[in-house]
């Protein structure tokens, strides 16, 4: 059974940095997809990043192309995002997600998306 555990969250200033933390396991991550998404209160999950285990494409959200950077450790089936330049709008509950199944670029709807996380919390105070 797929598990993924976030970590890494916090409360940070405009301005500052996090790098969140994404240890998946319970299956084979040679494919398929892991995603970044966060929900903030009163709104929709939305799509941040995504990256495909096998090659590592990747897919960004415009509102963080520039500032956040996704990467893998296939080694340790972990997926990393680097957040900077963080704004207060980007404070919301972070959730990492994997598709099992390959697919061609990292899909940005959640409905694609078959097991997810429990989330941590980024706050970007202003």
């Known amino acids: 059974q797929v598990q993924l555990v976030e970590s890494g969250g916090g409360l940070v200033q405009t301005g500052g940095s996090l790098r969140l933390s994404c240890a998946a396991s319970?299956?084979?991550?040679?494919?398929?997809?892991l995603g970044w998404f966060r929900q903030a209160p009163g709104k929709e999950r939305e799509f941040v990043a995504g990256?495909?285990?096998?090659?590592?494409?990747?897919a960004y959200a415009d509102s963080v192309k520039g500032r956040f950077t996704i990467s893998r450790d296939n080694a340790k089936n972990t997926v990393y995002l680097e957040m900077k330049s963080l704004k207060p709008e980007d404070t919301g509950v972070y959730y990492c997600?994997?598709?099992?199944?390959?697919?061609?670029?990292?899909?940005?709807?959640?409905?694609?998306?078959?097991?997810w996380g429990q989330g941590t919390q980024v706050t970007v105070s202003s």
């Open positions: 990256i495909l285990w096998s090659n590592g494409i990747l």
């Open positions: 319970g299956r084979t991550f040679s494919f398929g997809a």
């Open positions: 997600a994997d598709k099992e199944t390959p697919y061609w670029t990292p899909p940005r709807g959640s409905d694609w998306y078959d097991h």
